[in-house]
């Protein structure tokens, strides 16, 4: 009896871990500029996005760059409401992009009430922003 309890409680765990690892949300997008991403700079490219929120409980997002294999997990500062004309199933990540640099100011993964903002460095005094919104694609969770 003692065996077979072992046995059905390691295999209920190795379940919800398969089962929170399949229910983590996969997105890509192409990104043809350099920007920064917490304490790093990432390169153009094609980046795979992970909510991890449903494996932490909290919200954290992973980029991973396809080809380099580079990835940084960022920790959002807030959440807000999604802008108005996002269709709900189109992620979008939220460039604030100035003359020389672009960093990651908002993800939102397609089908959350709220999107998240994230830390991004302070505009110089006669520094002008603009954003870039880049569309996520459904991932495949390779």
């Given at each position: 009896m003692k065996k077979?309890?072992?046995?059905?409680?390691?295999?209920?765990?190795?379940?919800?871990?398969?089962?929170?690892?399949?229910?983590?949300?996969?997105?890509?997008?192409?990104i043809p500029f350099e920007f920064r991403a917490g304490n790093r700079v990432m390169a153009?490219?094609?980046?795979?996005?992970?909510?991890?929120?449903?494996?932490?409980?909290?919200?954290?997002?992973?980029?991973?760059?396809?080809?380099?294999?580079?990835?940084?997990?960022?920790?959002?500062?807030?959440?807000v409401d999604p802008r108005k004309g996002w269709a709900e199933g189109?992620?979008?990540l939220v460039f604030a992009c100035t003359s020389g640099s672009c960093s990651l100011a908002e993800i939102w993964n397609g089908s959350d009430t709220h999107a998240y903002t994230f830390h991004r460095p302070k505009l110089g005094k006669d520094e002008d922003a603009y954003l870039r919104v880049i569309t996520l694609q459904p991932g495949n969770g390779e």
């Open positions: 077979l309890t072992t046995k059905l409680m390691i295999a209920t765990a190795a379940l919800v871990v398969v089962a929170g690892a399949a229910s983590a949300q996969t997105m890509t997008a192409s153009p490219g094609t980046y795979r996005v992970d909510d991890l929120n449903i494996q932490t409980g909290r919200p954290v997002f992973r980029l991973r760059n396809v080809n380099s294999g580079g990835s940084i997990a960022v920790l959002p500062q807030a959440p189109y992620g979008k």
